[in-house]
């Protein structure tokens, strides 16, 4: 039976010739320094739980803190890779248009250039065209003249005196 504060305050000692009888009294204060020697174990055990409660909270509260901060921390790299990656894309592609331009310039110039040759094959071709023609048509020009003819004749002729 736990005593309370109301059976101390209400508890009555049988009178005796000189007081209260001390058996009783010192049953009674036996009594109530057990009990009070459990509360104050039992209240110094529940200090001791609080405070390891309030350590575990602080603990947690640092490292929720932490993870916050964490958190923030990886969002804020995830920014600055993110600021990173399309500064890159942006160089990469800036290159790309200078060597797609830089192809593009170089095609048009060898194509300029095979235009230019295939010009110059073309007007030489022509020019083999024209001297081959004026060949052939002084050479029709030569059989047309017909000195052959006579020295063709004149060779049979001399043949025929020899044989």
């Known amino acids: 039976m736990n005593i309370m504060p109301i059976d101390i305050q209400n508890k009555e000692f049988a009178r005796c010739f000189r007081g209260y009888k001390m058996e009783e ?3 009674f204060l036996d009594r109530i320094a057990r009990e009070y020697e459990q509360l ?7 200090e001791e ?3 390891f409660l309030k350590e575990n909270i602080e603990q947690y509260q640092r490292l929720e803190e932490t993870l916050h901060n964490s958190i923030i921390v990886a969002q804020e790299t995830a920014e600055e ?3 990173n990656a399309s500064k890159e894309a942006e160089l990469i592609r800036k290159e790309a248009e200078k060597e797609s331009q830089r192809l593009i310039e170089e095609a048009r110039f060898k194509a300029s ?3 230019a040759e295939h010009e110059e094959v073309y007007k030489q ?3 083999f065209k024209l001297r081959f023609r004026s060949f052939i048509e002084a050479q029709l020009a030569s059989l047309e003249l017909e000195d052959w003819l006579q020295e063709e004749a004149e060779a049979e002729e001399e043949i025929q005196d020899i044989g």
């Not at 104050?40 to 055990?45: A, D, F, M, P, R």
Request: charged share 40%.
């Open 113 to 115: 250039r095979i235009l």
């Open 40 to 46: 104050v174990k039992e209240k110094l055990s529940l």
């Open 49 to 51: 739980k609080n405070n």
């Open 125 to 127: 071709a022509q020019v």
């Open 25 to 27: 009294v010192d049953e």
């Open 81 to 83: 890779v993110k600021r």
